[in-house]
């Protein structure tokens, strides 16, 4: 993620002053009391041609994360963010077709695409980059460090509607399965323990470097989609990865 600039106050009534993002890596993090950041992450994938997905603020978030994408948070995570290259922006991906089939396929399971060539972070874990710090960031940082370094693809589902808990998180888990399958059978090979995760945190390890990025699939209706042969759908999903996202 590139920034641009940041803008500290030296009180919550101070007067802001800019400065540059690159200032803030290895400065310590005073409380958010005192100093707070606001991330303006680069707009140059607006002026892309091409669309762009609906950005998605969970409530836990919308404190924090404002309709354009602006976003506050504290020193130590712009430090993180810009040392990793992790984008927070999921409005920053476009959507992924991957053809006819795949287009057919995700009409019957109530599903959309979206693909960057970027790592982004899943929009429920934004919760724990807010300013107000979260006992639970350190770890959540040291697990997407790794994720940076390790795993060149992430996937991540989300369900939308008024579906129970259950059927969503069966749904998401059976979906995230068969991609993982058909990633392999493709010769793209996940890390052992990826298949245990995958349900869990929805992210999947690829260790191959063919196939970067993060493809982020929007489940509408879970009732429906949990009807649905995912083997075909997740088959049809990563040779669509495997044709439009590879790496050189």
């Known amino acids: 993620m590139r920034l641009l600039s940041s803008h500290i106050w030296s009180s919550p009534l ?3 002053k800019a400065t540059s993002a690159d200032s803030l890596v290895g400065r310590p993090c005073s409380s958010v009391r005192r100093s707070l950041i606001l991330l303006q992450q680069h707009r140059g994938y607006a002026k892309t041609p091409g669309r762009r997905v609906k950005r998605f603020v969970p409530d836990d978030a919308a404190g924090f994360v ?16 810009s040392r990793h290259s992790i984008e927070m922006d999921n409005g920053c991906m476009a959507p992924f077709g991957g053809g006819h089939e795949l287009s057919r396929l995700c009409s019957r ?3 959309t695409l979206a693909y960057s060539p970027r790592h982004v972070i899943n929009p429920y874990d934004l919760r724990f980059f807010g300013p107000r710090g979260h006992p639970l960031a350190p770890m959540k940082r040291e697990q997407y460090a790794v994720k940076a370094q ?3 693809l992430w996937v991540f589902v989300t369900s939308a509607g008024g579906a129970s808990a259950v059927v969503r998180r069966t749904a998401q888990g059976r979906l995230m399965r068969s991609i993982h399958r058909a990633l392999r059978d493709l010769g793209y090979h996940a890390s052992s323990s990826a298949t ?6 929805g992210l ?3 260790e191959s470097t063919g196939i970067r ?3 982020w699939i929007t489940i509408y209706n879970s009732v429906r989609a949990a009807d649905q042969c995912f083997d075909e759908f997740g088959r ?3 040779e669509a990865l495997a044709a439009h996202c590879k790496t050189q």
């Open 14 to 16: 101070g007067v802001p």
């Open 66 to 81: 404002k309709p354009n994408g602006v976003f506050f948070t504290t020193r130590e995570h712009v430090a993180f963010l």
């Open 109 to 111: 399971a109530t599903a």
């Open 150 to 152: 390790r795993e060149p």
């Open 196 to 201: 245990a995760r995958a349900a869990q945190t």
């Open 204 to 206: 999947v390890a690829v």
């Open 213 to 215: 990025g993060t493809l």
């Open 236 to 238: 049809s999903i990563a």
